[in-house]
């Protein structure tokens, strides 16, 4: 079944300014979440209900789950600098 994805401005910023062969990248992840919304790869944050990541090199896609309305949302893409990458997440 394949879920819809909706990407968040901020996050549509953040995936303009990464580098051209990253964006590819990272787009084409993001493409396969709506077939695979929680691939092998993909954690689920502690003490965020429904937001997962997955992971591109340095970088991480941060996304919120809805199962029942069959929708992920993309909420940021972040390169990982530490436990600060998983501050400030709606």
Known sequence: MTYRVRVTDVARQEMRRLPGQVRQ???????????????????????????????????????????????????TVRRKTGPQTYQDIE
């Not at 709506?34 to 992971?55: I, Q």
């Not at 996304?63 to 069959?70: E, G, I, K």
């Open 25 to 75: 990248r990272i787009r084409r992840l993001v493409e396969a979440l709506a077939a695979d919304p929680t691939p092998a790869s993909a954690k689920e944050l502690r003490g965020l209900p429904a937001r997962y990541r997955v992971s591109l090199l340095d970088w991480r896609v941060i996304y919120r789950l809805d199962h029942a309305a069959q929708t992920i949302v993309i909420l």
